[in-house]
């Protein structure tokens, strides 16, 4: 989610995270041709090049079984939102392709007739995706697409850290101050919050607001049966407000860029760091200490994760090549590419997968974990706000946060901006 | 100019302090720059423990690093791609047009001088939304030659308004005596007023291509596949990228500069001329 | 006193218009394909509610005006924008003009002074933006700990992402940046000053204020008149450099006109009240561009005749 978010926050930003070495297609008329067993699959470009090399290399292997030809295209996501809808209407576009899920993605397609109704083809693959992620790509009751792969908010801790000064990790806020106290007069940064380029205010409002009011309080507001305007919205933004007027967050966190964030985290000088699950890979290649990852603390109980769906494929409405492109489609829903997503991408993909049977770090490990309770409809998972609101309001949301931690606005008139900005 | 002793030495004093004044004025100008280059230049360790010190080590890692894992190595390469052709045709079609438009009547010049003109008064910013969609239909977005042809489109207002204002300077007698001699005026054109204005053209074609290198908009908005990213928006993605060491951050930015700062130094008579005859003669 | 060739003015006019024709069509395809067809599309855009894909947008009239009237982000951005046209402006003049007066007659090092203060015009705002960006850095900026060093710890801050310095920390860099420009025109314009009225103003016991008001401003004022009217009207588009150092944030704490024209464009697909706005500040920024160009001409004119 977090390229998403840049891409939503800034559009050149965006490349940031295409950083270097690009091999995207060029769009446009790579024509597919006439050929029933060609299919073009777009997907947006991925942060590390070599995961495009990776990704490539296991589709050819699939197309070659298959008896298919699948030329798979990367484009950065920002050029991709205007790109991909002008291609798809000038019938000049991929038969497949990569696209988020939610109203403000998929849902916008799907409205606009430019989505393959797939829930024929649900029933006749039996695809095993999570209830809760297919309906995040149905609309109107026509299912349209598989839901990408799942990411999580909450709270990586440093866990020598925390052995060392006796504090155990914070379950309620109340713990959380108690915590940060301690580990202040330690001479550590509790909480590297980062808020330079503004999409992280969407994550630090997701994980207090869903550990508060959980995922049906957040379900409310999204669907717009609850003003965002209310206390327990002003009440999500303060608990960040409070813990940086009692020093726990970085002096200004608004002059902090993430990575700078991500580094004083790695380099021991903050305690812990609220991010999302994309991270792991990251903070296990840099942190030189073990590593807890807990959701972010309720107001007066254990809170819950937050979970938001990345983009995954779906087909156009428009191709000529519909059996190539399901055989595709299938391939990408099966428990085979969900456990390669696994092992390779350190991805969650929408569907169970097996975890005994697969090879991965115990910190990852245990992400699968909490995500698969969702399967076994144990565990609540609260919602990544941005992923689910429009343009608008993620702008409103950025602004709104920035504002709130630069002292520029109180909780309750971003509280008041965010309900504007809903209603637009 | 009085040649009392006393004057000459408050003179002198006068001198000195200006001087004194101008050294460290002057160092805190390109402090900043220094700063890249020493910091672009010592190792990692040294960074990090001790960002102060300048030139306190030395290293190649940082710019190895740009250069590779970065890209700047490719990024040079586009940066080149982009600034020679697109700075080529605007000093092509300027002194072509600069010519027509200051020696050779012909109906409607004025208005399609001040046509051209307008382009120095609207600023790129106006119009590089549309411009945006109008590439996406003409299918050049993301292309070489879209990017070039705008890169030129943005120089040309400029250009052919300076190369007017020297082709205008020149005498009539040198164009009358060449027609006399029975010259085309194809000839009088390219025999005879072009080799004049030489100095002019170099002038322009150093400028251009320093506006052209160090145009940021253009390849944001127009290149977004990043097949053909420049340094400048290279640059922006790798501060914006997930490795902001500042060592390699600080290669990454003295290698953007570095022809700039040559260029500059090497052609610093012509880049000022550039500025000041076009500003000035406004 | 011209040589006329009898033979065919005539036509050598219809050659010179043949070839004129000829020389300028490039050119003009040129600009009208890349500049006169996107403004007029622009204006177009303005009347339309255009979101970048649907290609037959609805007419809405007036309608992008009158929201641009009233909405605030606009008003703040405005706000920030008037600050940065004056300051933007006058600093780098008084700066600039300093510099060229205190160069003014040195000759020993006057390159390599010229050099040094014009360099930072010709770097791209990229690299400025990130060379300044981590000179303002919170914790690893050399300005804090160079603050810190001198004992005025108590004035660090985290200068661009703090609403109260963000904005003057973009500017001290922009001013940084544009002395150099402003520095070497001055520089230029002193140059035809005549040495002789001011050496005279000296005997009549004018104080350096006194000759400088007096004796060289009036002197080079066409040409100051000229660098302002730059500065200023290049103030109203300012982009690259608060796009590369704060993107506007934090919270529109840094927002500008251009850079909000461009996040409601291209990050809320508001193509129309985006390009609205960017036309909105061309069309604003044209009477000080007239206003001051003809006083510099009238000026100038005065200086010929003088």
Redesign the interface.
């Given at each position: 989610m977090r390229s998403m978010m840049v891409k939503v926050a800034a559009p050149a930003v965006a490349f940031a995270a295409v950083l270097a070495g690009c091999t995207g297609g060029a769009p446009a008329d790579s024509g597919s041709g006439g050929d029933a067993t060609s299919i073009r699959y777009l997907i947006e470009q991925p942060e590390d090049p070599a995961t495009l090399t990776e990704l490539k290399a296991h589709i050819a292997e699939f197309a070659k079984g298959a008896g298919l030809t699948v030329e798979v295209e990367a484009m950065p996501q920002d050029s991709m939102r205007t790109a991909l809808q002008t291609q798809l209407r000038s019938g000049d576009g991929p038969d497949v392709f990569n696209w988020g899920s939610g109203p403000g993605y998929a849902g916008a397609l799907a409205e606009a007739g430019m989505l393959y109704d797939l829930t024929d083809a649900y029933e006749k693959y039996k695809w095993p995706v999570y209830d809760f992620a297919k309906e995040r790509v149905t609309f109107d009751g026509k299912t349209y697409g598989i839901p990408g792969e799942m990411e999580t908010l909450g709270l990586f801790y440093n866990q020598d850290l925390f052995t060392r000064l006796g504090v155990r990790p914070p379950e309620t806020v109340a713990d959380l101050r108690a915590a940060a106290a301690k580990i202040k007069a330690a001479g550590v940064t509790p909480l590297a919050v980062s808020d330079k380029e503004g999409w992280q205010g969407a994550h630090l409002l997701s994980m207090a607001l869903a550990s508060r009011v959980g995922s049906e309080g957040v379900d409310k507001l999204i669907g717009d049966d609850a003003s965002w305007d209310n206390p327990d919205v002003v009440r999500a933004l303060q608990v960040w407000k409070d813990l940086q007027d009692a020093g726990y967050l970085p002096t200004s966190p608004t002059s902090v860029g993430y990575d700078s964030a991500n580094a004083l985290f790695y380099s021991g000088k903050a305690a812990m760091v609220p991010t999302g699950s994309w991270l792991i890979s990251e903070i296990e290649t840099n942190a030189k200490f073990k590593v807890g990852y807990i959701p972010f603390p309720g107001e007066d109980r254990p809170g819950i994760f937050t979970g938001g769906l990345g983009s995954g494929p779906f087909v156009a409405a428009g191709t000529r090549k519909a059996d190539a492109a399901l055989k595709l489609v299938d391939f990408l829903a099966s428990p085979e590419h969900g456990r390669w997503t696994v092992e390779n991408l350190k991805t969650i993909p929408t569907s169970p997968v097996d975890s005994a049977d697969v090879t991965v770090s115990p910190l990852f490990a245990q992400v699968l974990k909490d995500t698969s309770k969702l399967a076994e409809g144990t565990g609540d998972l609260g919602h990544n706000i941005d992923v689910l609101e429009t343009d608008v309001f993620n702008k409103a949301m950025f602004d709104g946060v920035q504002g709130l931690l630069s002292g520029q606005s109180s909780a309750g008139e971003v509280a008041r901006t965010l309900e504007a900005a809903s209603e637009k | 100019m009085s040649g009392r002793d006393s004057a000459l030495a408050r003179k002198r004093a006068v001198l000195g302090g200006r001087h004194a004044m101008l050294v460290v004025l002057s160092l805190l100008m390109v402090f900043p720059l220094v700063l890249t280059v020493s910091t672009a230049l010592k190792t990692d360790a040294d960074v990090r423990s001790n960002p102060f010190g300048l030139f306190s080590s030395f290293s190649t890692e940082n710019i190895v690093a740009a250069w590779t894992l970065g890209s700047f190595g490719e990024y040079v390469l586009n940066s080149f791609l982009l600034s020679v052709p697109s700075t080529l045709l605007v000093v092509v079609l300027s002194t072509m047009g600069g010519y027509a438009f200051a020696r050779l009547p012909f109906l409607g010049r004025t208005v399609l001088f001040y046509l051209v003109l307008l382009g120095l008064l609207v600023p790129f910013f106006a119009y590089m939304i549309p411009l945006y969609f109008q590439l996406r239909s003409m299918g050049l977005l993301d292309s070489l030659l879209g990017a070039n042809l705008v890169l030129a489109s943005t120089g040309l207002s400029f250009g052919t308004f300076f190369m007017r204002a020297f082709f205008s300077d020149l005498p009539t007698e040198i164009e009358e005596a060449a027609r006399i001699d029975g010259a085309s005026e194809w000839q009088i054109f390219a025999r005879v007023m072009l080799p004049l204005v030489t100095s002019g053209a170099g002038a322009l074609a150093v400028f251009t291509f320093l506006q052209n290198w160090n145009n940021f908009l253009v390849p944001l908005l127009y290149l977004p596949g990043g097949e053909y990213r420049p340094l400048t928006t290279g640059l922006y993605l790798f501060l914006g990228g997930r490795s902001v060491d500042i060592g390699p951050l600080a290669a990454g930015t003295l290698i953007t500069v570095l022809p700039v700062v040559v260029l500059f130094v090497a052609m610093q008579r012509q880049v000022t001329q550039g500025f000041l005859s076009g500003a000035v003669k406004g | 006193m011209?040589?006329r060739?009898p033979s065919a003015p005539r036509a050598?006019?219809r050659?010179?218009?043949?070839?004129?024709?000829a020389?300028?069509a490039?050119?003009?395809v040129?600009?009208v394909?890349?500049?006169?067809?996107?403004?007029a599309?622009?204006v177009?855009?303005v009347f339309v509610d255009f979101n970048?894909?649907d290609?037959t947008p609805a007419f809405v009239g007036l309608d992008n005006f009158v929201e641009l009237a009233q909405d605030p982000g606009v008003r703040s951005a405005f706000r920030n924008n008037a600050v940065w046209i004056v300051i933007g402006t006058v600093g780098p003049l008084v700066l600039g003009l300093a510099?060229a007066l205190?160069?003014w007659g040195?000759r020993?090092?006057s390159?390599?002074?010229?050099?040094?203060?014009?360099?930072?015009y010709?770097?791209?705002?990229?690299?400025?933006?990130?060379?300044?960006?981590?000179?303002?850095?919170?914790?690893?900026g050399?300005l804090n700990?160079a603050l810190e060093l001198v004992g005025l710890g108590a004035l660090t801050?985290?200068?661009?992402?703090?609403?109260d310095t963000a904005l003057y920390a973009v500017l001290a860099t922009a001013v940084?940046a544009t002395s150099?420009?402003v520095f070497?025109?001055l520089l230029?314009?002193l140059r035809n000053v005549d040495t002789d009225l001011i050496?005279a103003a000296r005997l009549d016991g004018a104080n350096a204020g006194q000759r400088l008001r007096h004796v060289i401003m009036p002197q080079i004022m066409p040409?100051f008149l000229?660098?302002t009217t730059?500065t200023l009207v290049g103030g109203?588009?300012v982009?690259?450099i608060v796009?590369?150092m704060t993107?506007g944030?934090?919270?529109?704490?840094t927002e500008m006109l251009?850079t909000y024209?461009y996040?409601s464009?291209?990050?809320?697909?508001r193509?129309s009240y985006?390009?609205t706005l960017?036309?909105v500040?061309?069309v604003m920024?044209?009477p000080f561009?007239v206003g001051l160009?003809r006083l510099q001409r009238r000026l100038s004119l005065q200086g010929t005749g003088a």
């Open positions: - | - | 011209s040589r060739v050598t006019r050659a010179q218009a043949r070839l004129g024709i020389l300028v490039p050119l003009l040129m600009v394909t890349f500049f006169l067809v996107p403004l599309n622009a177009y855009y970048g894909i290609p510099l205190l160069i040195v020993r090092g390159l390599f002074y010229r050099v040094a203060f014009f360099m930072p010709v770097l791209p705002q990229v690299a400025i933006g990130v060379i300044w960006g981590w000179i303002y850095d919170p914790t690893e050399w700990r801050t985290g200068w661009l992402g703090d609403p940084w150099g420009f070497i025109i230029s314009a050496d040409v000229m660098v730059i109203f588009a982009f690259d796009f590369v993107g944030g934090p919270a529109g704490a251009g024209a996040s464009a291209f990050e809320l697909n193509i985006g390009t960017a036309l500040i061309t920024a044209i561009a160009n």
